[in-house]
């Protein structure tokens, strides 16, 4: 069973940086993808990337800020966020596809439900 265990987490000023990271055991993932929830609110998709990493999608608000790589030699995905805002507060949680064959464009329009393993979550707070 596939495994995932993010890290990095903590608290930070605004304008700081933070740089998650999701260790993946137990099998592989294909695409995968980094998602967070603010206290009261839904999860929202941050960023995703393919298999081989030449493939990126980020929402909005975070681009130009965060960026999302994979070491598969390691199988560890990364998030490096740079420019943190306090509305970057939440729980950070890493998810990983688990279907081999499924494209890039799909993985894109399917959002969360692509992703069958999902991590923990690590908190990340950023203060005013």
């Known amino acids: 069973q596939v495994q995932l265990v993010e890290s990095g987490g903590g608290l930070v000023q605004a304008g700081g940086s933070l740089g998650l990271s999701c260790a993946v055991s137990g099998g592989r993932t294909y695409g995968m993808g980094w998602f967070r929830q603010a206290l009261g609110n839904e999860r929202e998709f941050v960023a995703v990337?393919?298999?081989?990493?030449?493939?990126?999608r980020y929402t909005d608000s975070v681009k130009g800020r965060f960026t999302i790589s994979r070491d598969n030699t390691k199988n560890t995905l990364y998030l490096r966020m740079n420019g943190l805002k306090p509305e970057d507060t939440g729980v950070y949680y890493c998810?990983?596809?688990?279907?081999?064959?499924?494209?890039?464009?799909?993985?894109?329009?399917?959002?969360?439900?692509?992703?069958?393993?999902w991590g923990q979550g690590t908190q990340v707070t950023v203060s005013s």
């Open positions: 990337i393919n298999w081989s990493g030449d493939n990126t």
């Open positions: 998810a990983g596809d688990l279907a081999q064959w499924r494209s890039w464009e799909k993985l894109v329009l399917a959002g969360a439900a692509a992703f069958g393993s």
